[in-house]
Nanobody, 128 residues
Framework: LQVVESGGGLVEPGGSLRLSCAVP????????VGWFRQAPGREREGVAC????????GYTDPVKGRFTISTDNAKSVVYLQMNDLRPEDSATYYC??????????????????????WGQGTQVTVSS
């Protein structure tokens, strides 16, 4: 199974990007999806999460109020709308699709690396 992220690029501070994550068969067979990011020299960190069974969402503090996670079940795609981008948002963004159910706060802090499906990432650079 191949999860594929797209939509990254170079954007000026204050700009917007929408990332897409294609998950074959989504939402069937999945319970949790998340977006994560990793900047050079830093640990991977949680960004946003969507819990499929009740459509609840979760965000980490650095992105609250600026980023929005959503899904298009007909297209099997998970989106991350990113507004008011800042230089500190620059990172490689990864999507993870999980057949297990998690509370979003737990998923974003634990960042499980096994038992789920990760994409190869898409680069986001915020710079003037």
């Amino acid at each position: 199974l191949q999860v594929v992220e797209s939509g990254g690029g170079l954007v000026e501070p204050g700009g917007s990007l929408r990332l897409s994550c294609a998950v074959p068969g989504f939402p069937s067979g999945y319970h949790t999806v998340g977006w994560f990011r990793q900047a050079p020299g830093r640990e991977r960190e949680g960004v946003a999460c969507f819990s499929i069974h009740d459509s609840s969402t979760g965000y980490t503090d650095p992105v609250k109020g600026r980023f929005t996670i959503s899904t298009d079940n007909a297209k099997s795609v998970v989106y991350l709308q990113m507004n008011d981008l800042r230089p500190e948002d620059s990172a490689t963004y990864y999507c993870a699709a999980d057949p297990r159910w998690f509370y979003c706060s737990d998923y974003l802090s634990r960042i499980p690396r096994t038992g789920n499906y990760w994409g190869q990432g898409t680069q986001v650079t915020v710079s003037s």
